[in-house]
């Protein structure tokens, strides 16, 4: 049989037919749910007279609109309040394998509890009305993001109408220099392809940076792939993966557990597989990256400057940095360590793991936030990772270096409740977005790892945390 | 959902690439249950002066004279010229949502982001995908022409220039189908339920851990 990738051998074990035009449905493993994108998709199958195919197939929690503290007055604002007691209300009308509302001690990020529970299994297709859904490919799924419509396409008949994606293989081969994370290989990624580099390609990472990387490491590469404009990212199956599987809530048990183990084994692309598209990173080469931009790809190393729009010759393209050095408020040429911050915001589904906030610990352990930094916080991804911090004590070195910590959610990546930037205000922060108005309108929103949120929370500016390490 | 056959609409150009979800539809306007009632909205950072919020009356806000679709020569457009990389970022189906309920049918651009670009085929939202070159072409002559217009033919696949000239475009067979003849397209999947059932027996054999 001829070689096949990871992503063939995902995409053939769950296509149920496929049309002449190559259009196949795809049988869907796992849909987890949240309240901004599936009010109207519960609200058409209603409509429809239609129930769920397999609504154990989804696990549900209220993440994007649930505030971060307060938590005992409850939601406040009253249409989020609607939004997430709609959730409450399909969720106890049609059913779940798990729901973790607002106040749950195990709420926190779809994508940070997927994995967490062991929702997420090495093997499935992984849905969910959210692009970010790309994080669980570090699970060697094939996992990716889907709109309200599809969300209930998925409710009604557990498949979805698609078509087969490219494959792009990333490559990060050597091995990364202390202070140099996931987050910073992504970023550099980004960098190199550019946010549309992998339009219409599902992404494999690859080479020894990624195998020496934990899973959530894994996870906030596969998390970012969406910003690199592909349909999924995906990591091989291997030790690190079964061992971070094992013992959670709903892996496999006993038997099962064994053939599980033997099956996720294959979970690889064969020797001699070939991609569409290869691009080759050395890992080495890469430094902390900083975005300076309203684009994840205006992005760089912390030790270069803000680039300067007269030397682009291509007049759409220069028109764009200028544009976005504008609204950032820079000027070009600006050295990167010079650019200082009023803002810090540690969270988000890219980075609010346990390793994240142990990195971020380490760095600001017996120091303190600068006295020009407005807000620095940390949003732990999910209530357990929360109590696993707390039992760590790293808590105690956010709050007594000045952090705020606070209750699970996303927060400040979004800023759809109360957690935001106010116009013209300026963050390091751990998430995803840098686009105009993401953290709230007006808002500047430069991308960093854990470690350099830290670093720039204590300096007032961004500072390469390799020298303070 | 509305069939999509042929298009006579005004063009409105939106010259910026990259445009992202989060700025099609702001995400305070994300907290809505509906599908409908998001196009007062639509590029509302960009639209209005001042800072939106869900239940504000949008008839009495500050418009920006200088964005595009504030434009009196543009009122009623409804085709989307764009740049590359349009509807990237967040999969919110509120995107197309919004761009429909404003009016338009249609966008044309070298290129969308995945998500957005599915998202828009099941609202009746046609993306059509244009080399760079002609849509630069476009451009010139919707900023040059009070009143441009595109004719956009699903069934034969071109768009067409004002002066006759055509340009073919692909798209899905698969898509087309469902929009021109206004499909459900879950009722169409569910016809092959019991396809559907038999991979999940084989899938539950293979893969008993998945189902328990
Ligand atoms: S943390 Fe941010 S990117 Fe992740 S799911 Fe929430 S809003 Fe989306």
Redesign the interface.
């Given at each position: 049989m001829q070689p096949q990738t990871l992503y063939d051998k995902l995409w053939s074990s769950h296509v149920v037919s496929e049309d002449a035009d190559g259009t196949a449905l795809l049988y869907i493993d796992r849909h987890l749910v949240h309240e901004v994108t599936s009010p109207q998709a519960f609200e058409g199958l209603k409509l429809a007279g239609r129930r769920p195919w397999r609504i154990d197939s989804v696990v549900a929690t209220a993440d994007h609109n649930t505030p971060t503290r307060d938590w005992d007055q409850g939601i406040r604002d009253p249409i989020s309040r609607t939004q997430v007691e709609t959730l409450d209300a399909n969720i106890r009308e049609y059913g779940a394998k798990a729901y973790f509302p607002f106040l749950d001690a195990r709420q926190g990020i779809v994508h940070v509890i997927g994995p967490e529970q062991g929702a997420t299994l090495p093997g499935m297709t992984v849905v969910c009305g959210d692009s970010h859904t790309s994080t669980h490919g570090a699970f060697a799924a094939l996992a990716f993001g889907i709109g309200t419509s599809e969300v209930e396409h998925v409710l009604a008949t557990q498949t979805l109408n698609m078509k087969k994606a490219k494959s792009m293989l990333v490559r990060v081969d050597g091995s990364l220099r202390a202070g140099v994370t996931a987050k910073d290989v992504v970023l550099a990624v980004i960098g190199r392809i550019g946010t549309a580099g992998g339009t219409g390609c599902a992404i494999e990472f690859a080479g020894s940076v990624i195998r020496g990387l934990s899973m959530e490491g894994r996870m906030t590469l596969c998390n970012m792939a969406i910003e690199a404009g592909a349909r999924a990212g995906m990591v091989a199956a291997d030790d690190t993966t079964i061992e971070y599987v094992r013992g959670r809530n709903f892996a496999p048990k006993g038997d099962h557990w064994d053939r599980a183990v033997a099956y996720w084994r294959t979970l690889k692309s064969d020797e001699g597989a070939t991609f569409d598209k290869t691009v080759v990173l050395n890992g080495g080469d890469i430094a902390p990256q900083v975005t300076w931009g309203t684009s994840p790809e205006m992005v760089g190393s912390v030790e270069g400057n803000v680039p300067d729009p007269a030397r682009i010759e291509d007049p759409v393209k220069r028109a764009s940095l200028e544009r976005a050095l504008h609204y950032m408020g820079l000027q070009p040429n600006t050295p990167i360590t010079e650019i200082r911050i009023d803002k810090v915001f540690i969270g988000s589904c890219t980075n609010s793991r346990i390793e994240d906030l142990r990195a971020a610990a380490t760095v600001v352990k017996g120091r303190q936030v600068a006295a020009g930094v407005k807000l620095a916080m940390v949003v732990p991804g999910s209530g357990l990772v929360k109590r696993q911090a707390e039992s760590e004590g790293l808590d105690r070195v956010f709050r007594d270096a000045g952090f705020e910590w606070r209750e699970p959610g996303c927060s400040m990546c979004l800023a759809m409740n109360d957690d935001r930037l106010e116009p013209g205000e300026r963050c390091a922060s751990t998430s995803n977005r840098n686009f105009e108005g993401r953290q709230g309108a007006g808002g500047r929103t430069h991308l960093v790892s854990p470690a350099m949120a830290a670093a720039a929370a204590i300096a007032g500016r961004f500072v390469d945390v390799r020298k303070i390490l | 959902m509305e069939k999509f056959t042929v298009l006579d609409g005004l063009v409105a150009p939106l010259d910026?690439?990259?445009v992202?979800t989060?700025?099609i539809i702001?995400?305070?306007f994300?907290?809505?249950?509906?599908?409908s009632g998001f196009g007062p909205n639509l590029f509302d950072?960009w639209r209005y002066l001042d800072?939106g919020e869900?239940?504000m009356d949008n008839s009495k806000r500050p418009l920006n004279p200088n964005f595009v679709l504030n434009q009196p020569k543009y009122r009623g457009a409804q085709i989307l010229l764009a740049?590359?990389?349009f509807g990237?970022?967040?999969?919110?189906?509120h995107a197309?949502w919004a761009l429909t309920d404003f009016g338009f049918r249609a966008i044309v651009a070298p290129?969308y982001?995945?998500?957005f670009f599915?998202?828009s085929f099941?609202?009746g939202l046609l993306p059509v995908i244009m080399p760079a070159a002609v849509v630069d072409r476009l451009f010139l002559e919707a900023e040059a022409t009070p009143g441009f217009r595109l004719t956009i033919d699903l069934p034969r696949q071109v768009v067409v220039i004002p002066g006759g000239q055509e340009f073919r475009f692909e798209v899905?067979?698969?898509r087309k189908h469902n929009m021109v003849e206004g499909l459900?397209?879950?009722?169409l999947?569910?016809k092959?339920?019991d396809?559907?059932r038999a991979?999940?027996d084989r899938?539950r054999a293979?893969?008993?851990?998945?189902?328990?």
């Open positions: - | 910026r690439p990259n992202d989060d700025a702001p995400k305070q994300l907290k809505s249950i509906k599908r950072e800072h869900p239940g740049r590359e990389n990237c970022g967040s999969s919110r189906e197309p290129s982001a995945d998500i599915n998202n099941k609202n899905d067979a698969f459900d397209e879950i009722g999947t569910l092959q339920s396809a559907i991979f999940e899938h293979a893969q008993p851990w998945l189902f328990v």
